[in-house]
């Protein structure tokens, strides 16, 4: 399994791998379960409207090894887009074979094409210290900002 993935956009029809890994990525890192029909149904949404966000897939033949999520945030300062990256998941037979450094690659080239992305960002478990190296290897800093959220439903 050392050939090279591709790096493609999701479609429909990948809905039902891409809930899988997000349950199994939440259960691994935040030994969260959740449901994998509302999982189903979040990402089902995102691929039939890209304004909720683009999932993109590293692929060798027809087996998807890892996703992100890319999703958008306004920045008044800058007069320009955030992208965050988020539901980063690699299989675990796939993990430290450069899998998710191309799917970011693949990112900061999309941002840079755009030409409207002043940045990226993305959040991890306090407690996940391989992804945070990973994060820091690929160009990524931790900022002064703590991130704070008021669950309203879910």
Do not use: K
């Amino acid at each position: 399994m050392n050939e090279t993935p591709i790096v493609r956009p999701a479609t429909p029809p990948d809905a039902d791998i891409i809930a899988a890994h997000n349950v199994a990525m939440a259960a691994e890192t935040e030994g969260r379960t959740l449901d994998p029909a509302t999982v189903r149904a979040g990402v089902r949404r995102v691929l039939e409207d890209p304004t909720r966000g683009r999932y993109y897939l590293a692929a060798r033949r027809d087996r998807i090894v890892g996703q992100l999520l890319v999703t958008r945030e306004w920045s008044d300062w800058r007069d320009a887009w955030f992208w965050w990256i988020q539901s980063v998941y690699v299989i675990p037979g796939a993990r430290r074979g450069g899998v998710y450094r191309l799917l970011h690659e693949h990112v900061v080239a999309e941002a840079r094409a755009a030409g409207d992305v002043c940045g990226l960002r993305l959040y991890v478990e306090r407690e996940n210290f391989a992804a945070q190296r990973v994060y820091e290897q690929m160009g990524l800093n931790a900022t002064h900002y703590l991130l704070f959220e008021a669950q309203l439903s879910g």
